[in-house]
């Protein structure tokens, strides 16, 4: 069965770093998906991302932010300069249609990139 | 304004027997769906079962069910026969078809499993 893919599993990094976030979403999906989030804490959304495009974006997602598909196959989340704050699981995923679709569609989940921020 | 409510931050059941896990939901929207997701220590998201909002059976997927009670706002999640593998937590979530851009996360119910 096809899957997301994300790497790495785990990045460590010095605070003020840049970091880039790296993911494979389903071939034949469009929309992909940024979430992140806090140990401990609920999966927050970043950002939604179409047609080469960010199509919606929450308020985490600032100008310290940016993704990017820069092949037919990645898709990336880069942070610039991050912060202690930034630590979380960061999520992406992937689905197919671009109406969702309530009967047949569901987001799905790559296994996520823990970020440490030091 | 919060739109996935799970009251249970925690919940402990027996090995073998059956296990509730709520969630309340709050849209004005008539077409959304409503997921619940698995996550392990490990972290990864575990997609468990899905409702859709014009579906008038319960979904279920093995030992998963999903208790939807459309008039209450309230999709439940049930477990039978809980394993030990069930240890984790659990998160419902919910998508609007209008928008279909984003899962609105509760947050969550840890859910430990005693031998």
């Known amino acids: 069965e096809p899957e997301v893919t994300q790497t790495p599993s785990h990045q460590v990094t010095q605070m003020g770093q840049e970091v880039i976030l790296r993911c494979v979403p389903i071939s034949n999906h469009l929309y992909f998906y940024w979430y992140r989030q806090i140990l401990g804490q609920k999966v927050e959304f970043l950002v939604s991302f179409y047609n080469n495009e960010i199509s919606e974006k929450s308020e985490i997602f600032d100008d310290q932010f940016s993704v990017e598909r820069p092949d037919g196959s990645n898709f990336t989340l880069k942070i610039r300069s991050t912060k202690l704050e930034d630590s979380a699981m960061y999520f992406c995923?992937?689905?197919?249609?671009?109406?969702?679709?309530?009967?047949?569609?569901?987001?799905?989940f790559g296994p996520g990139t823990r970020l440490t921020v030091l | 304004a919060q739109k996935i409510t799970q009251t249970q931050p925690g919940m402990f059941v027996q090995e073998k027997e059956a296990v509730t896990l709520d969630c309340t939901y709050d849209?004005?929207?008539?077409?959304?769906?409503l997921f619940w997701y698995k996550q392990p220590s490990s972290g990864e998201m575990i997609f468990l079962i899905y409702?859709?909002?014009?579906?008038?059976q319960n979904a279920t997927e093995g030992r998963y069910s999903l208790n939807f009670q459309k008039a209450r706002k309230s999709a439940n999640l049930v477990i039978s026969a809980s394993q030990l593998g069930d240890s984790a937590m659990y998160f419902c979530?919910?998508?609007?078809?209008?928008?279909?851009?984003?899962?609105?996360f509760g947050t969550g119910t840890s859910l430990t499993v005693i031998p």
């Open positions: 409702q859709g909002s014009y579906d008038e």
């Open positions: 995923a992937s689905r197919p249609w671009t109406r969702y679709n309530p009967s047949t569609d569901t987001q799905y």
């Open positions: 849209t004005s929207d008539q077409s959304y769906g």
């Open positions: 979530a919910m998508i609007l078809s209008n928008t279909g851009n984003q899962f609105y």
